[in-house]
C-alpha cells in the first residue's frame, strides 16, 4: 500500500509544480526560437530515466521482500525522487532564474509542456519497470513451485 501511495504523492506533486510554475510566470506566446516539445521530452527522458529506471529494480524488491519497514522507505525514495531530482532537474530546463535586471526569461508552452511530459514518462517508466518486474517474479515463483 505504501508503494501506491508514493505514486499518488508524486502525481500531486508533478502537476502540483506544474501549475505553480504556469500560474506564476505564465508561458510565451510569441517565443524567440522555434521550440519543439519532443525534443524537451527527449532530454528530460535522458536525464531522469536512468535513476527512475535504478528505483523501480528496487522497487521490484522491496515489493517481494516481506519487511514492511523496506517498503515505507521504498515509498519515500519514490516521492524523495521527484522532489529532489525531478522537480528541480524541470527547473533547471526552465531556467527560471532572474538575470542581473530581474528580468526572467518565460518558457513557451511546447518547452514546458515537453519538460513536464519527460518527467512523467521517467515516473511511467519507474511504474512500469516495478509491476512488469513483480509480475515476472511472481510467475516464476508459481512456476517452482
Not at 32 to 49: F, H, K, Q
Not at 51 to 69: E, K, N, T
Amino acid at each position: 500500500m505504501a508503494p501506491t501511495a508514493g505514486y499518488v504523492i508524486v502525481q500531486i506533486i508533478l502537476v502540483g509544480y506544474w501549475v505553480y510554475v504556469i500560474s506564476k510566470y505564465g508561458v510565451d506566446p510569441t517565443p524567440d526560437e522555434n521550440p519543439y516539445a519532443l525534443g524537451n521530452v527527449i532530454v528530460m527522458v535522458v536525464l531522469t530515466g536512468l535513476p527512475a529506471a535504478v528505483l523501480g529494480v528496487f522497487d521490484i524488491a522491496a515489493q517481494l521482500s516481506r519487511y514492511s519497514l523496506l517498503r515505507v522507505l521504498d515509498a519515500a525514495l519514490i516521492v524523495l525522487f521527484a522532489l529532489l531530482w525531478i522537480v528541480p532537474v524541470t527547473s533547471f530546463m526552465l531556467f527560471l532564474e532572474p538575470d542581473i535586471f530581474g528580468n526572467i526569461d518565460v518558457p513557451s508552452l511546447p518547452t514546458a509542456l515537453g519538460l513536464f511530459l519527460g518527467g512523467e514518462f521517467s515516473l511511467a517508466l519507474l511504474l512500469i519497470l516495478s509491476v512488469a518486474g513483480r509480475v515476472v517474479a511472481r510467475r516464476q515463483a508459481l512456476r517452482d513451485r
